[in-house]
């Protein structure tokens, strides 16, 4: 009898010692404020306390860009008043169109850092892009914007582009995410055969300085390039292949 006793005592105890579910909510908050938002949304399937604290404005108003309500006005013509910041910070990290769906814009979740994908086929300014004797149009899932533009000869092409948005501030990188192809010659004459023009396997062509992508050598035509879309991302995602790969 008295043994049984002894054990429950040890075992209110125990059980009367806190955790970190009696925490302050206050308190939680403050320290995953320093996390980045994927530990955070770990944090928060802890317990209540933590669901709570992850959820409060202060702690994802740091998470997102310090111009974020400009970058609202920007993609959403009547975004919902009283969301939380937490809410927001979810809605950019979607991928959202923008100019009617020629550009899309969302956050980076990992680091709240904006990135901007721009339609070869519609956002970008592309010579002769038209003209069905040198680029085709070609439907395929591995684009975000589902299709990209084929070149399928020419002796010189130029790709250019304007963005006229609220980035901020911070240093930003262009990638051209391309896939070259192979030509064969067929009666005396290169040409490309498309049904071997999409693949899982794509490029990224940095461009530090500069906005367009010129191919100006007239010694000989080009083609079997498809050129996906450009890419603005901040300048340290460059460094991380895992990151690139997911372009």
């Not at 005396?188 to 794509?202: K, M, P, Q």
Request: charged share 20%; hydrophobic share 35%; with cysteine.
């Amino acid at each position: 009898m008295g043994l049984r006793f002894s054990s429950f005592l040890s075992y209110s105890a125990a059980s009367s010692s806190p955790t970190l579910g009696d925490l302050p909510e206050s308190c939680v908050a403050s320290i995953i404020g320093y996390m980045d938002p994927p530990q955070i949304c770990q944090l928060a399937t802890l317990n209540r306390a933590f669901n709570a604290a992850s959820s409060a404005d202060f702690v994802w108003e740091s998470k997102l860009p310090s111009n974020y309500h400009l970058i609202l006005n920007k993609i959403f013509n009547h975004f919902p008043v009283g969301l939380g910041k937490c809410d927001i910070y979810v809605s950019l990290c979607r991928l959202n169109d923008l100019d009617k769906g020629t550009k899309k814009v969302w956050l980076d979740r990992g680091s709240g850092k904006l990135c901007l994908a721009i339609s070869a086929n519609k956002g970008l300014s592309i010579t002769r892009v038209d003209d069905r004797r040198y680029w085709n149009h070609i439907l395929t899932e591995e684009s975000r914007f589902n299709t990209v533009a084929y070149l399928q000869h020419t002796w010189w092409f130029e790709v250019e582009g304007e963005v006229d948005f609220p980035f901020p501030t911070g240093t930003y990188s262009l990638f051209f995410r391309v896939h070259l192809g192979r030509a064969h010659k067929r009666f005396g004459r290169r040409v490309c055969n498309t049904e071997h023009a999409i693949s899982l396997l794509w490029m990224e062509i940095h461009q530090p300085k500069s906005s367009s992508l010129t191919q100006i050598d007239c010694t000989h035509t080009k083609g079997g390039i498809c050129l996906d879309s450009a890419f603005i991302y901040p300048s340290e995602f460059k460094k991380s292949k895992a990151f690139l790969n997911c372009l």
